[in-house]
């Protein structure tokens, strides 16, 4: 006789274990499987728990123990190991039966909420779900997970539609799929860029003036920034601010579902000649204080009163809000804890463009494809897929795909007109398609609608200059160096390469090394030329190992790169000499 547990597993599990277990089998000695060895053996224990009937009591704690070997001491709310791996198997799953595509006629499916496998059958037959994930125990309360940015979106349009395909009537398809969307357990999470609450605190009774000035200029450079929502609380009695900086605060906070909240508290003090502003990013829910800062200038370092505690506040703004600021980090440390769909997406994206590695474009792009599909009017999403197109090279190579990054760029200016991210993704996109002046017109736009952000230079700089363009390449990068509090991977990168046009190769040497990226294909074909000018041996075969796949050819060649094929003449041949000398030097011919 069956016991509970073992009849809950005969209704949710109609196909057998052996074919279940074969595909398991298959799909783990296939090397189109790019799941890693921890991926693997995460995926045979669940597979394996499941036909053990113990898959209610899989948790975060049991698979960490388990699986990844942490001591009983794990707790996963300060450790997101097993959230963090579990998301990145299902984008290996996912981008797996993509590749697949029609071969496959069993798929392993890891749905959200819990740690259950799914199978479902995709052999050309009405797609059945063969396997669906049983009630989670009551018993052990656990907080459900967001959804991976790489979950599969369209099985679900396409079962519903299949399941009515038998009265004939799609539209009564499409619309059982929109009534029941929001019932499905995988559902996926949508983030919003985050909210900053700017509160000013007065020094004295009297100062309330001073606390107006302070939080509507804070609030306009803020504004600026297309990764953050800016709102004021509200001002003191009998205080305008319209008046003065043409802002309204609203009566109440408007709070934007699926954005995060952070409530940024300003001290702002003068003494002599002396600005003091002291600053912190608290969390309103906690009331935990997440980072906190002082910054001060004198009037000795340049400006009147009003230019000092306005080159103050442009500093605190971009330390909060720019590409590596405070706000932008703790977001993005929190989509890695808990991968969401949206802004979520655009984070991934942004971790991409920062480290150019294959295996972080290919998680941003189906992040960003998967948000598309749930919300196409997206500026954000559609922005940042433009220019992950771009930067994988993809949009270099492809018509089809250079076009679809226009067409993004451009639907995202359309969406976002007041957006300076919207441009560079069209200055990028144009610049790919061949379009220069057109794409510095963008760029000149981004700068326009946000002159605070130093990536902006940075990126069209880096874009100057490799088509030319030194002197203007060259001060924009220096523009972004020094109004950046972080240096730019574009701006240095530009340095970088002018230090090397100039034959300053020790100078561009150590930019390289400061620059040093294992993925980074640009940066480590410029180190492989600088050792070759300056004759290091040991250089020269560490950065081709970084730049050589293990199945590329021995040569390396300028011409062959996609994310170089737009540098001037002058500036490919030069690094093409460099290259051609450190294949000497690794062959033993100097």
């Known amino acids: 006789m069956k016991t509970g547990e073992d009849a809950d597993r005969a209704a949710y599990c109609p196909v057998a274990e052996r074919p279940a277990r074969a595909e398991l089998d298959r799909m783990l000695s296939d090397p189109r499987f790019h799941g890693t060895e921890r991926h693997r053996k995460l995926l045979r224990y669940l597979v394996e728990e499941f036909f053990a009937g113990r898959s209610a009591s899989v948790k975060a704690y049991t698979i ?11 707790d996963p709310a300060t450790d997101p190991i097993v959230r963090v791996e579990a998301s990145r198997l299902r984008a290996a799953l996912a981008q797996y039966y993509e590749a697949l595509g029609d071969e496959a006629t069993l798929r392993i499916e890891l749905p959200k909420g819990n740690y259950v496998p799914l199978f479902v059958r995709s052999d050309g037959k009405p797609p059945q779900v ?25 099985r679900r349009l396409s079962v519903a539609k299949v399941a009515l395909a038998g009265v004939g009537v799609l539209a009564v398809a ?6 029941m969307v929001d019932q499905f357990p995988w559902k996926p999470i949508l983030s919003e860029k985050p909210t900053i609450i700017v509160d000013v605190e007065p020094q004295k009774l009297k100062d309330g003036e001073e606390r107006r000035r302070v939080g509507g200029y804070l609030v306009h450079a803020l504004s600026q920034f297309s ?3 800016t709102l004021a609380q509200e001002p003191p009695e009998g205080i305008d601010v319209a008046s003065v900086t043409g802002w309204v605060a609203p009566r109440s906070v408007v709070r934007l579902a699926g954005s995060k909240e952070y409530k940024l508290s300003i001290s702002y003090n003068m003494a002599n000649d002396a600005h003091e502003l002291a600053w ?28 000092v505690q306005q080159a103050l506040l442009v500093r605190l703004a971009r330390a909060l809000a720019g590409e590596d ?7 993005t440390a929190r989509q890695l804890a808990a991968p969401s769909l949206g802004y979520g997406c655009v984070l991934q994206a942004d971790m991409a463009l920062s480290r150019t590695d294959a295996e972080n474009f290919a998680n941003a792009l189906t992040c960003l494809e998967r948000s598309l599909a749930y919300n196409a009017n997206d500026p954000d999403v559609s922005a940042s897929l433009a220019m992950v197109l771009v930067a994988t090279g993809e949009a270099g190579t492809s018509p089809t795909r250079r076009n679809r990054a226009l067409k993004l760029a451009d639907r995202a200016v359309a969406l976002a007109p007041q957006a300076s991210q919207s441009y560079v993704a069209q200055m990028m996109a144009r610049f790919a398609a061949g379009d220069r002046e057109a794409a510095f017109l963008s760029g000149l736009r981004a700068s326009a609608l946000n002159p605070l952000d130093e990536a902006i230079p940075a990126r069209m700089g880096l874009l100057r200059y490799i088509s030319g363009h030194w002197s203007e390449g060259l001060r924009l990068a220096r523009l972004a160096e020094e109004n950046g509090e972080y240096a730019h991977h574009d701006a240095a990168l530009t340095l970088a390469l002018d230090a090397y046009r100039g034959r300053r190769y020790e ?29 290091l041996t040991q250089e020269a075969t560490n950065a081709l190992g970084e730049v050589r796949s293990p199945e590329g050819p021995l040569e390396i060649s300028l011409t062959a790169e996609p994310a170089t094929r737009n540098y001037a003449p ?16 690794i062959n033993g011919n100097p």
């Open 64 to 74: 960490a123990i388990d699986v990844f070997a942490r001591p009983s001491s794990f």
């Open 570 to 585: 002058e500036l490919a041949a030069a690094i093409e000499d460099g290259l051609g000398k450190a294949s000497l030097q």
């Open 227 to 229: 990764s953050v929502r």
């Open 280 to 307: 912190q990013v608290v969390d309103p829910q906690s009331n935990e204080a997440l980072r906190s800062g002082a910054l001060k200038r004198t009037l000795e370092d340049g400006g009147n009163a009003e230019e």
């Open 507 to 535: 100078e561009a040497l150590l930019r390289v090394r400061q620059l040093a990226n294992s993925s980074d294909r640009v940066v480590n074909l410029l180190r492989l030329a600088v050792a070759g000018q300056l004759g």
């Open 325 to 331: 600021g405070v706000v932008t980090s703790l977001e």
């Open 130 to 154: 063969l396997l669906a994930p049983p009630p989670i125990s009551s018993n052990v309360p656990e907080p459900p997970e967001q959804l991976s940015s790489t979950a599969v979106v369209g």
């Open 174 to 179: 499409f619309a059982f799929y929109a009534s």
